[in-house]
């Protein structure tokens, strides 16, 4: 790919020409998913492509120091970073200047689509265009874990913490919303959880205390989610198979109705979409084995299948997600990621 050598050449000797720059320019124009979500026209290209060069020099350096932590070879970091995060951060500034309030960027991905490593890359970008960022994730509202064993005693198919039920909402609302109207002279707590607490069913920790944010990126695995018409569990997917399976779905189905305030405090929705949902659960296996070869405790493949199945049980991907990308009013970015967890399109809703 003949960006990729110019943003080698760009790393390695600090310029480029000016033909350089028309070609990166000519690259991103031919892509009408990049223009279409980042509103990359002729007319301004060059200076966009300008700024993103000066912001590739600058956060290289430092997110190259985590990409063997995030297992990415340097020219997938380059790429990505060119392609990818430096875009999307840019497009969230933009949409911060708008308002002056904090911006709330909600991100709705499944296990292994790199919620948390998009947060972390944004956060340093970001920092780098003037923006405080904070990161939220829909476990850190999770109830306390004597709530929860209160919960399960009640209905004991909340087996594990995750599905709607098991947060504390109002705290989630509470928190949002001092984020959005702060009151400078107070400080704000964000809520913080440790799911290593009680021999992994975690509970609440002391929360942080920061200054006012500038961008919020509030993450999770149903984040934004809506409840669906009960007609579409007729013709449920596996692992929906049983009577008791179809009731369970409902019943949590019920409970996102709870949430939608919570969705109401969010100023954008990006869903992070794997090209297969079933995907999920391969990585989870990866992610388990290399815990086990570290020498930590981990699950064994027949649990890993309990344990997603159970969650698709709740909220299956091609019930509730599927549908959800398709809503130009609820979803503003649709970004598809491989197998290998990288970010194959991308999908402006408006």
Same mark, same amino acid.
């Given at each position: 790919?003949?960006?990729?050598?110019?943003?080698?050449?760009?790393?390695?000797?600090?310029?480029?020409?000016?033909?350089?720059?028309?070609?990166?320019?000519?690259?991103?124009?031919?892509?009408?998913?990049?223009?279409?979500?980042?509103?990359?026209?002729?007319?301004?290209?060059?200076?966009?492509?300008?700024?993103?060069?000066?912001?590739?020099?600058?956060?290289?350096?430092?997110?190259?120091?985590?990409?063997?932590?995030?297992?990415?070879?340097?020219?997938?970091?380059?790429?990505?970073?060119?392609?990818?995060?430096?875009?999307?951060?840019?497009?969230?500034?933009?949409?911060?200047?708008?308002?002056?309030?904090?911006?709330?960027?909600?991100?709705?991905?499944?296990?292994?689509?790199?919620?948390?490593?998009?947060?972390?890359?944004?956060?340093?970008?970001?920092?780098?265009?003037?923006?405080?960022?904070?990161?939220?994730?829909?476990?850190?509202?999770?109830?306390?874990?004597?709530?929860?064993?209160?919960?399960?005693?009640?209905?004991?198919?909340?087996?594990?913490?995750?599905?709607?039920?098991?947060?504390?909402?109002?705290?989630?609302?509470?928190?949002?919303?001092?984020?959005?109207?702060?009151?400078?002279?107070?400080?704000?707590?964000?809520?913080?959880?440790?799911?290593?607490?009680?021999?992994?069913?975690?509970?609440?920790?002391?929360?942080?205390?920061?200054?006012?944010?500038?961008?919020?990126?509030?993450?999770?695995?149903?984040?934004?989610?809506?409840?669906?018409?009960?007609?579409?569990?007729?013709?449920?997917?596996?692992?929906?198979?049983? $009577?008791?399976?179809?009731? =369970?779905? !409902?019943?949590?189905?019920? #409970? @996102?109705?709870?949430?939608?305030?919570?969705? *109401? &405090?969010?100023?954008?929705?990006?869903?992070?979409?794997?090209?297969?949902?079933?995907?999920?659960?391969?990585?989870?296996?990866?992610?388990?084995?290399?815990?086990?070869?570290?020498?930590?405790?981990?699950?064994?493949?027949?649990?890993?299948? $309990?344990?997603?199945?159970? =969650?698709? !049980?709740?909220?299956?991907? #091609? @019930?509730?997600?599927?549908?959800?990308?398709? *809503? &130009?009013?609820?979803?503003?970015?649709?970004?598809?990621?491989?197998?290998?967890?990288?970010?194959?399109?991308?999908?402006?809703?408006?």
């Amino acid at each position: 790919m003949i960006s990729l050598k110019i943003l080698q050449k760009l790393l390695e000797t600090n310029s480029i020409s000016s033909r350089d720059m028309e070609i990166l320019l000519q690259e991103e124009l031919a892509n009408v998913y990049v223009c279409d979500a980042f509103n990359l026209t002729v007319e301004k290209g060059l200076e966009k492509i300008n700024h993103r060069i000066d912001l590739l020099q600058k956060t290289y350096p430092i997110i190259s120091q985590e990409y063997q932590q995030l297992n990415y070879k340097d020219k997938e970091l380059i790429l990505l970073l060119w392609q990818f995060w430096l875009p999307l951060a840019i497009k969230l500034s933009e949409e911060k200047s708008k308002q002056k309030y904090p911006f709330i960027q909600g991100i709705l991905g499944g296990q292994g689509t790199g919620k948390t490593t998009l947060s972390k890359i944004l956060c340093i970008i970001l920092k780098q265009l003037g923006y405080q960022t904070v990161t939220l994730s829909i476990d850190d509202f999770y109830k306390t874990y004597e709530e929860r064993q209160k919960l399960h005693t009640n209905d004991p198919r909340f087996i594990w913490r995750g599905p709607p039920g098991t947060h504390d909402i109002a705290l989630g609302i509470k928190t949002l919303e001092q984020l959005k109207a702060p009151d400078y002279s107070q400080p704000i707590f964000i809520p913080r959880f440790d799911k290593s607490l009680w021999n992994g069913q975690g509970d609440r920790i002391k929360p942080d205390i920061i200054s006012q944010p500038d961008i919020v990126l509030f993450e999770g695995w149903f984040v934004g989610v809506f409840p669906i018409n009960e007609t579409e569990f007729n013709h449920s997917p596996s692992p929906i198979k049983t $009577e008791k399976d179809i009731q =369970f779905a !409902k019943d949590i189905n019920q #409970q @996102l109705k709870a949430y939608l305030p919570l969705w *109401n &405090q969010l100023d954008s929705l990006m869903i992070l979409y794997p090209q297969d949902y079933r995907l999920s659960k391969k990585w989870r296996k990866e992610a388990e084995q290399k815990m086990i070869l570290s020498g930590k405790t981990g699950m064994n493949e027949q649990q890993i299948d $309990e344990f997603v199945n159970y =969650f698709w !049980k709740a909220l299956h991907p #091609q @019930l509730f997600i599927t549908p959800l990308i398709q *809503n &130009q009013n609820l979803v503003d970015l649709v970004i598809t990621i491989d197998a290998n967890h990288h970010p194959q399109k991308i999908t402006f809703n408006g």
